[in-house]
């Protein structure tokens, strides 16, 4: 990942600092876009701030594209939060946790950072998806949301050079495609947080600690039967205690 980050990131020169500038303005011209009603342009924006993926030979486009899916995805997500922010304090606010993530966290390449990283994007990703799309089809939201849990969990597993990270990445993509097709028939909100995105998010967070600390050698016993014991005994809060009524299909 961090000979592929080197391709992609300039070091020095002209281009490094567009880069860097551009890193700082990025999310208050697209704050300014989305105060004008430009939404379709400042997610192109968003895009086209990637350019730097295609700078090389094509034969390294999709494993360019893979690397930099989650910034993708989180910059498009904080455009969707703007568009839908109540005011313009919160959209201006967006901007600045968008600039934060730009400058702070996205640069970061030690594991802990790239886990933050993975799980923020599926978070984010998911969000934005079921506040703008909550009512498409649902085959629609089963697509999407697979796309974005797989590419969160390759994006988290290509850091420890796990040798099976397409089938892991897959695996995880193919639960949360039919966790969604499970409970998209009764879509609940909690808040702005729909369920089949609180879901996967204490799943995927439980599941990415428990492979963090083994990693690392710190996964004992004890520890593992306590996180499992926490994330087993939320999600069954949060499915038994939910009102899913009449709302079959």
Known sequence: MQSLKARIKPKKGFAN?????????LPFLVFILVRISFVPLAMGLVIAAKWRM??????YWPANVRANAIDIIVGLSFVTFMVHAPSQAWQ???A???AVWLVVVKPRS???WVMIQAMAGQLLGLMAVYITWGRAP???LIIVTWGICYLAARH????????????LSHIWGYFAAALTWVLGHWLLYYGVVAMPTLLLSIIGFGLAVLYYLEVND?????????????????VLVLIIFSNFGDRGL
């Open 138 to 140: 649902l085959a629609w």
């Open 110 to 112: 030690a594991p802990l």
């Open 156 to 167: 988290f597993l290509t850091c420890f050079d796990e040798p099976l990270t397409s089938m």
């Open 17 to 25: 600092i567009f880069h860097v500038g551009l890193n700082i303005v």
């Open 92 to 94: 201006f606010v967006w």
């Open 218 to 234: 710190r996964l004992s016993v004890l520890v593992r039967r306590q996180i499992v014991l926490i994330m087993t005994t939320i």
């Open 96 to 98: 600045i946790i968008y």
């Open 54 to 59: 295609f700078a090389v030979k094509p034969r």
